[in-house]
């Protein structure tokens, strides 16, 4: 069996949870399970810089402030096959920079890689800096899998990578410790084989040059949205999901098109 590695830039990481948290969670943190994250790796390394003290900062107020990425990394380095690398963050022209984090990365990666330590590297990253890296991997022979945002990140470094998954809701959650409330707000998909699914008693509420018909009916206290899989001509998708602002969200980041601005009149 191949041997996998996990490297993740934890600015990236953290900056999509972010975002993640304020489509779907309310603004309120989440929190990943990282041995869930590492599932399938023989080892994963964690790369992130500590935030800089500020200019008259005293060094009690600069320890409170940076206590919660502190404990996050202490964390991270307690688990089994994990290892933490931390940079430096410095203010350079009223912009906050990492430093040797990048350069971090790309020596750990490409020294596994002529070592021949890995057979599979997993990657963490959307910074289109990183594509000149995957390049030099990729022509050592190593298979890169790229995990990404994909509102952040450049096609670029997308197709660069071997294979790739966009860091969307759905493919996310799998790996949340499910103690925030606003689970109960994500939407679920499910497939239906359309010779046991009928469609004939649904309002069509758009039709678009993705999924083509999109239709709508309600089930209790839950709304659902159903349309075809692109993937397979005999399945429909549907959506399901108490919460019309997540379901909205949902369907524009994982299955790439937008509700009609009417959807709000019409899930009542």
Request: hydrophobic share 40%; net charge negative; aromatic share 12%.
């Amino acid at each position: 069996m191949d041997t996998r590695y996990l490297f993740i830039d934890g600015g990236c990481l953290r900056a999509t949870l972010k975002n993640i948290s304020e489509r779907y969670f309310g603004g309120n943190p989440i929190k990943i399970d990282y041995d869930r994250l590492r599932m399938g790796h023989a080892k994963a390394f964690y790369y992130d810089a500590i935030p800089a003290i500020k200019f008259g900062e005293s060094d009690e107020d600069y320890l409170a402030r940076t206590k919660e990425r502190r404990d996050l990394h202490n964390h991270i380095a307690s688990l089994d096959a994990y290892h933490v690398y931390e940079g430096d963050s410095r203010v350079r022209r009223k912009q906050v920079q990492q430093k040797e984090v990048d350069v971090m990365i790309a020596v750990d990666m490409l020294t596994h890689t002529f070592r021949r330590n890995m057979q599979r590297a997993t990657f963490i990253a959307s910074d289109l800096d990183f594509k000149p890296l995957l390049d030099a991997l990729v022509r050592e022979g190593m298979f890169t899998h790229l995990m990404y945002p994909p509102e952040d990140t450049n096609s670029n470094l997308v197709n660069a990578a071997d294979s790739r998954t966009p860091l969307h809701i759905a493919e996310i959650i799998q790996y949340l410790v499910e103690d925030n409330v606003y689970f109960n707000d994500i939407p679920r998909a499910t497939l239906a084989n359309k010779l046991n699914f009928s469609i004939d008693n649904m309002l069509v509420m758009d039709r678009n040059s993705t999924v083509g018909a999109v239709f709508y009916y309600k089930n209790s206290n839950e709304h659902c949205l159903v349309f075809q899989d692109i993937r397979n001509i005999n399945l429909y998708v549907q959506i399901s999901g108490a919460n019309i602002n997540c379901m909205a969200n949902y369907c524009a980041d994982v299955y790439g098109f937008n509700l009609p601005d009417s959807y709000k009149d019409i899930m009542v």
